[in-house]
């Protein structure tokens, strides 16, 4: 089968690989669309483990299922969680189902931009989802990403009439724009130095979009009776961003720290101005199975709509134009392959 073999973001091969064999409990999937994730154009975080076949936001079809697997049919469209947590540690049982060994070291082989994907037993078992007719295949590729994003608005505990920054305007950023939105929020601003995404917030939902290089703060109070942000939700690595992301937080206010920077990056917090002002200060990492099952549900039921997030979809013998096309940032928002 045909797989796009990662090196470097400029450097995406595409080969030929075995197509995958299954065992008892497993489950073979033809890879119906793949999204190219923000994080696989990072290179500090993927280039260390190359070669190596990415794509984690499928949607797919079973074509084989292994013996002893009785809930999942042939010919149905999934959704497959590539990471999935064990549900019975310490972590999985206070909540933390992202930061479970388990769920850091289970994946589905080889990944997403190839033809065909095996799914070992236990993603089985805790990470296929049933797809509604009503969800498209490139729809669907936004599970993921989708439920990444619902994990860090419920641990931020979002009220509804407050206002929420969304720093950086990329596919992070806008599905946090567009939750920010349909959870009620009365005000959404968001941010980007990038006119492309300037737009793309605009069209997402956001009630005021700042330039990144102008004085992020003064403009928040400028637009919201002189008032910070409640929520603050951080979607780039750039420091600097991240430093106006927490001079933008109000007093009682929470600042969700949603991306990664390079991992030499070095921020400096006003420490006093957060204690002094009651600033909570949290991190989400990845998606559980409730946050699939609730992305799933917002995606069928209409209330976020991705389409207009989605500016390219390239056959995968182009996966190298699309790694490019997330890499440089400037005219993409989502780009999707289809195997
Ligand atoms: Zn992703
Ligand atoms: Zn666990």
Redesign the pocket.
Known sequence: MRAAMYYANDDVRIVDVPKPKIGAGEILVKVRAS?I????VMEWYRKPKAPLVLG??IAAEVVEVGAGVDRIEVGSRVFVSHHVPCGACRYCLAGHETVCDTLRTTNFDPGGFAEFVRVPAINVKHGVFALPSGVSDEEATFV??LA?VIRGQRLADLRPGGTVLVIGSGVAGLLHVKLAKASGAATVIATDVVEFRKAAATKAGAEYVIDGREDVPSKVKETNEGRLADLVVTCTGAAKAIAQGFASVDRGGTILLFAPTEPAAKIVIPFNALWREEVTVISSYGGSPRDVRDAIELLAGKRIAVGDLITHVLPLASAKEGFQLVARALDSIKVILRP
């Open positions: 999204g994730c923000g994080s696989d984690h936001e993921e990403p990444c």
